[in-house]
């Protein structure tokens, strides 16, 4: 194989000459053939987190494209004897660079290469290039406290900020879209700003991130969407914006003013909205193979919701129920998200 081409010049750390990094561009297809993993060096791969990765991959294709923070390696190798007119750094085939930073985007992207089935599409891909940090002179014991610098310091954005801002999600145009029609959720109240809310001071429903997976529970029943499901979103996004808009209305009509108050009922935890979501997913939504509809009348089960207690002293709840900061003025009753299944049994016991 030919060598592959870095171009950018060595900066000296700290005034330490055998120490230095390039900033760079690298093409896909040359990261998936340098790269090497050093389990002494990095964590095991949790394979459990490429499929969302590939899934954000598979927008490459809109306007903004994707984005990815810079890809962190350690080339172990003296690196002066490959570089050409000073500017240019040839990295033979086999040798590696070893991974600081980044091995489950490079495994999210070896999978995506996978998935695409013309030639020409693969070969656009593995063409395009992605930003890289190489460090040179490190030894094994600098290269673990670089690894440990990045993910101990790196501060992770708001998840409901992204939801807000990130439009390539067409879920996040539509949760904020929605929240801005309305009025039901402006009165039961969504944060936008946060990831998690604290309670019992704060009596928000929920977050924009928690709206993002109740809708996804709504409409398809589960809280992961794939590519076809985001297909679908784009396809009926008016019919469905309206039919939200209708659904929070008479929901919010019917359950307890001031719903993410945990100090006075149990609607406020995601335990039990995960287990409303379910409840109006089976009783009202229609899953067709290319389409979502709903049934008519649908408004006559939520209004259903009604007949049932929420408040904390229904004994049906008393089993979710555990004490949180205990002997505090901020003591509340939470409910743990897992018993989202076992509530919804409750919901539809009741109700049928």
Request: net charge negative; proline share 3%.
């Amino acid at each position: 194989m030919f060598d592959v081409k870095v171009l950018g010049a060595i900066d000296i750390i700290n005034s330490n000459n055998a120490k230095g990094v390039l900033s760079s561009q690298m093409k896909i297809k040359d990261v998936l053939n340098l790269y090497k993993i050093d389990k002494t060096v990095n964590r095991d791969v949790s394979y459990l987190r490429i499929p969302k990765i590939v899934r954000y991959i598979e927008n490459e294709n809109t306007n903004t494209g994707i984005f990815f923070p810079a890809f962190v390696f350690s080339f172990r190798g003296d690196p002066l004897p490959y570089y050409r007119d000073e500017f240019e750094l040839q990295i033979p085939s086999n040798e590696k660079l070893i991974v600081i930073d980044g091995q489950h985007r490079i495994k999210a992207l070896e999978k995506y290469v996978e998935t695409i089935e013309e030639d020409s599409q693969k070969e656009l891909f593995l063409n395009s290039s992605v930003t890289v940090q190489i460090y040179f002179g490190l030894s094994i014991n600098d290269e673990k406290r670089l690894f440990a610098d990045i993910n101990s310091n790196a501060k992770r954005v708001s998840m409901s900020l992204i939801t807000k801002f990130d439009s390539r999600d067409i879920l996040n145009v539509l949760v904020t879209e929605l929240y801005n029609v309305s009025d039901a959720l402006q009165v039961a109240k969504i944060d936008f700003e946060k990831s998690r809310l604290v309670r019992p001071s704060n009596d928000y429903f929920a977050t924009s991130m928690r709206l993002k997976g109740l809708i996804s529970l709504i409409l398809f029943g589960k809280k992961t969407l794939n590519k076809k499901d985001l297909d679908i979103l784009k396809d009926q996004y008016d019919d469905i914006i309206s039919f939200l808009n209708r659904l929070f209305e008479e929901l919010f009509n019917v359950l307890p003013a001031n719903p993410g108050d945990v100090l006075s009922s149990i609607l406020g935890h995601y335990g039990t909205q995960q287990a409303l979501g379910y409840y109006i997913h089976n009783s009202i939504i229609i899953n067709n193979k290319d389409m979502i509809g709903w049934v008519s009348n649908w408004e006559e089960d939520i209004e259903q919701l009604g007949a049932i207690d929420w408040t904390l002293n229904n004994p049906s709840w008393k089993k979710f129920l555990s004490i949180t900061r205990k002997n505090t003025p901020y003591e509340y009753f939470v409910i743990n998200e897992f018993a989202a299944d076992q509530i919804y049994e409750i919901i539809k016991k009741d109700l049928y």
